[in-house]
């Protein structure tokens, strides 16, 4: 029975890849329009994933089997690693002189949307390679959200979707149809990423820029098409636009779905969104305080980068307009607290997300009444809307595993020669897919180029896990799943 379900992943998986060699061409194309030879290289790449992806997509055919969680476990990490394995293949033979631990970090970096990166020399980089990086952080982006939405919550893994929980206290969902939520949701997709690429082509970058930096930014991935990230442009009213994108990126797109397509301001009532807000602006108003009073900063422009900043973070797009690092030890704290937070469930954004913060607040809360009053019943609720015993164990179970694998990453980041610094905030920005960490090697001023190979397998390893809410790819670890 495990072998058929391997072989209707693969089949899946095939497609996805057929859908992928088709994408190399766009990247083909605007080489060969900028004379750039490298246009060979995604042609050929395309033509070896179409050639493998259509073998297997033969060979492969079969009845549908009845979708069941052992299925979608199976499911979700075959085509998560196809996708990784497909993008890497053009960057590992471009002319970015990439080994394969590099491109496949990158390629993870890239569909997980963390925005780490081993790339030097971004400003000079050809136009394919650029394209093809934003690219498929964006095709990811909508992977991520679809996986929140649909397959997560059915897993019961922790994920929580708009149809299991919703502030407005009604249990039907926002659309008949899958199809319907579907072409709403694309619509909206693509909808805030060109509004995006409009908005920063009128406060200061060139189309090429505006286009690059909007997928990335809709997907909250952090891929930027300069080494200097947005600190190139130096625009305080790009850094607003950038703000109002990653932060709006950051809440459900379901929520924002049925508000745009329903005009249901109660959508917006989510706890999660408040909470997601309140701890964004909590972290750059006093970030932008402490800026103004230690560094002499005028406070407008001190907010500015403080909002933007704590925004990328906060939403794990991983862009940057200054080293932060240098403002102050209290900023470099908040940084590394925030890097474990993240966005919304549903969103684009990776972290614990906002919605596990407020279970388990709920969760504390309510165990000390109880231990006050041991006869009472006092249910542990998210907004209006009551537990069961499954949700609480998968969050809770998600959230110690998720510290876990932080502690078990850092030790092996540090038996393998890294300092404190870079071992504990490389680890938690790649499984929080943040994108840059803190010290002089992965900070916001750096990147993870000076990594060696078993290093970055690491690293893409808690990316993908990361993305993948931890329990989707563990429990394909244990010998129970692979069991008749």
């Known amino acids: 029975m495990n072998a058929s379900l391997f072989r209707h992943a693969m089949h899946i998986a095939a497609i996805l890849g057929l859908y992928l060699s088709a994408a190399m061409l766009i990247p083909a194309m605007l080489d060969l329009y900028y004379g750039h030879y490298d246009w060979q290289v995604f042609a050929a790449a395309a033509f070896v994933t179409s050639g493998l992806s259509a073998t297997t997509f033969m060979a492969t055919r079969g009845g549908p089997p009845p979708f069941s969680k052992k299925f979608g476990f199976l499911l979700v990490n075959v085509l998560w690693s196809a996708f990784a394995l497909i993008g890497a293949l053009p960057l590992w033979m471009s002319s970015l002189d990439l080994d394969f631990a590099q491109a496949l970090f990158e390629s993870v970096s890239a569909i997980t949307t963390t925005g780490s990166t081993v790339i030097v020399g971004l400003d000079d980089a050809p136009p394919g390679i650029l394209i093809w990086r934003s690219l498929i952080c964006w095709l990811g982006g909508v992977g991520i959200v679809v996986l929140g939405l649909f397959i997560i919550p059915y897993l019961r893994v922790g994920g929580m979707s708009f149809f299991?929980?919703?502030?407005?206290?009604?249990?039907?969902?926002?659309?008949?149809?899958?199809?319907?939520?579907?072409?709403?949701?694309?619509?909206?997709?693509?909808?805030?990423?060109?509004?995006?690429?409009?908005?920063?082509?009128?406060?200061?970058?060139?189309?090429?820029?505006?286009?690059?930096?909007?997928?990335?930014?809709?997907?909250?991935?952090?891929?930027?098409?300069?080494?200097?990230?947005?600190?190139?442009?130096?625009?305080?009213?790009?850094?607003?636009?950038?703000?109002?994108?990653?932060?709006?990126?950051?809440?459900?797109?379901?929520?924002?779905?049925?508000?745009?397509?329903?005009?249901?301001?109660?959508?917006?009532?989510?706890?999660?969104?408040?909470?997601?807000?309140?701890?964004?602006?909590?972290?750059?108003?006093?970030?932008?305080?402490?800026?103004?009073?230690?560094?002499?900063?005028?406070?407008?422009?001190?907010?500015?980068?403080?909002?933007?900043?704590?925004?990328?973070?906060?939403?794990?797009?991983g862009y940057m307009s200054e080293d932060y690092q240098l403002w102050g030890p209290f900023v470099v704290m908040a940084a590394f607290i925030a890097t474990f937070m993240g966005g919304c469930s549903g969103s684009t954004a990776g972290?614990?997300?906002?919605?596990?913060?407020?279970?388990?607040?709920?969760?504390?809360?309510?165990?000390?009444?109880?231990?006050?009053?041991?006869?009472?019943?006092?249910?542990?609720?998210?907004?209006?809307?009551?537990?069961?015993?499954?949700?609480?164990?998968?969050?809770?179970?998600?959230?110690?595993?998720?510290?876990?694998?932080?502690?078990?990453?850092?030790l092996t980041m540090a038996a393998l020669g890294y300092d404190f610094l870079t071992a504990v905030s490389a680890v938690i920005t790649c499984l929080s897919n943040v994108g840059p960490g803190l010290g002089t090697l992965v900070g916001p001023a750096g990147n993870f180029s000076t990594l060696e190979d078993p290093e970055l397998y690491l690293l893409s390893l808690m990316m993908m896990m990361g993305r993948l809410e931890v329990l989707t790819v563990l429990v394909i670890l244990t010998p129970v799943f692979w069991k008749q």
Not at 174 to 197: E, K, M, Q
Not at 227 to 234: C, E, H
Not at 386 to 402: H, N, Q
């Open 164 to 317: 299991k929980m919703e502030s407005s206290d009604t249990n039907e969902k926002p659309f008949a149809r899958l199809a319907t939520f579907s072409r709403a949701f694309f619509t909206v997709y693509v909808g805030i990423t060109l509004l995006c690429a409009i908005g920063y082509n009128l406060t200061g970058m060139n189309r090429f820029d505006a286009i690059n930096h909007a997928m990335s930014t809709v997907a909250t991935g952090g891929f930027s098409t300069h080494d200097a990230s947005f600190a190139y442009f130096g625009s305080i009213p790009l850094l607003w636009t950038a703000t109002f994108f990653m932060t709006l990126c950051s809440l459900p797109f379901s929520i924002l779905i049925v508000f745009v397509a329903r005009g249901r301001l109660d959508a917006l009532r989510d706890p999660q969104i408040f909470v997601f807000l309140a701890y964004l602006t909590v972290f750059a108003f006093s970030v932008a305080i402490y800026h103004r009073l230690t560094n002499g900063v005028e406070f407008h422009i001190a907010l500015a980068h403080a909002f933007f900043n704590f925004s990328s973070i906060l939403s794990t797009a």
């Open 351 to 410: 972290g614990i997300k906002a919605y596990r913060f407020i279970v388990l607040f709920n969760a504390i809360h309510s165990g000390l009444r109880k231990l006050i009053y041991p006869a009472a019943v006092y249910p542990v609720r998210y907004g209006r809307n009551s537990l069961d015993a499954d949700t609480l164990r998968a969050i809770l179970l998600f959230f110690v595993t998720y510290i876990l694998l932080w502690i078990f990453g850092s």
